[in-house]
């Protein structure tokens, strides 16, 4: 998402060129093709899980920055906690950066503190700062984003809500090949294969009919 002005210049340059650009939005070039993610989909199924699996009837959410692409985020998971839970509560605690580690670290304590039994971790470099986290704390559970962070820390982490970057690639380049790849942007989700939930890899114990609640 931060090489928008670089493509539009090259893009510019290469007309000829056909390009995909994932996680991202350049506009005003006809040969990109963007893609972006209803990330809301993914959160509101973790958020399915999460609110099904608290014992607290508490769980939090560290997020980056207060933006919209980030509140669409906020805004799934906490609509699937409370359609799965209508007693749940939702503790959304903002960083204000993405690169702040040691307030994101801070923030994810006081959600334990606070009583939230798991916490949604949808920021970069999770692994770095989280499980020494989870592991101060104890039974603090997580829900990593983008990719299955599961593997990473199989005692805490216990899902993870990930984007299907390959599937969108693939699926790009045969649309290429065939000649139906159109310029503008395009928004995927569960419908398209681009989204998805995973507990590969957790040894956390998660209600299976809670999995099944979220497919």
Same mark, same amino acid.
């Given at each position: ?16 060129? !056909? /390009?995909?650009?994932? $996680?991202?939005? %350049? ?7 963007? %893609?972006?993610?209803? $990330? #809301?989909? +993914? =959160? /509101?199924?973790?958020? =399915?899980?999460? &609110? ?24 799934? /998971? ?15 605690? /903002?960083? &204000?950066?993405?690169?702040? =580690? ?32 989870? !592991?101060?704390?104890?039974?603090? +559970?997580?829900? &990593?984003?983008?990719? #299955? ?13 990930? !984007? ?6 693939? $699926?790009?380049? +045969? ?13 995927? &989700?569960?419908?398209? $294969?681009?989204?998805?939930? =995973? #507990? ?16």
């Amino acid at each position: 998402f931060d090489a928008v002005e670089a493509l539009q210049k090259v893009a510019s340059e290469f007309p000829e060129q !056909r /390009y995909l650009f994932v $996680d991202g939005e %350049v506009t005003g070039c006809d040969n990109v093709t963007s %893609v972006l993610f209803k $990330d #809301n989909e +993914k =959160t /509101y199924l973790v958020g =399915t899980v999460a &609110g099904l699996n608290t014992k607290t009837n508490k769980i939090g959410m560290v997020v980056g920055v207060d933006s919209p692409s980030q509140n669409i985020f906020v805004a799934g /998971y906490m609509a699937g906690a409370k359609a799965a839970n209508p007693d749940v509560e939702v503790i959304v605690k /903002y960083v &204000g950066s993405f690169a702040d =580690t040691t307030t994101a670290k801070e923030l994810a304590l006081a959600e334990a503190d606070a009583g939230a039994g798991t916490s949604f971790l949808p920021l970069p470099a999770v692994p770095d700062w989280a499980c020494s986290t989870l !592991r101060q704390q104890g039974t603090f +559970k997580a829900i &990593g984003a983008d990719v #299955n962070q599961c593997l990473i820390d199989p005692d805490h982490i216990m899902l993870s809500a990930i !984007r299907k970057i390959d599937v969108v690639i693939k $699926d790009g380049i +045969k649309s290429a090949i065939d000649g139906t790849l159109e310029g503008g942007t395009m928004v995927p &989700g569960l419908k398209e $294969d681009a989204l998805g939930i =995973t #507990n590969e890899g957790s040894k956390v114990e998660i209600d299976p009919a809670s999995l099944d609640a979220a497919q």
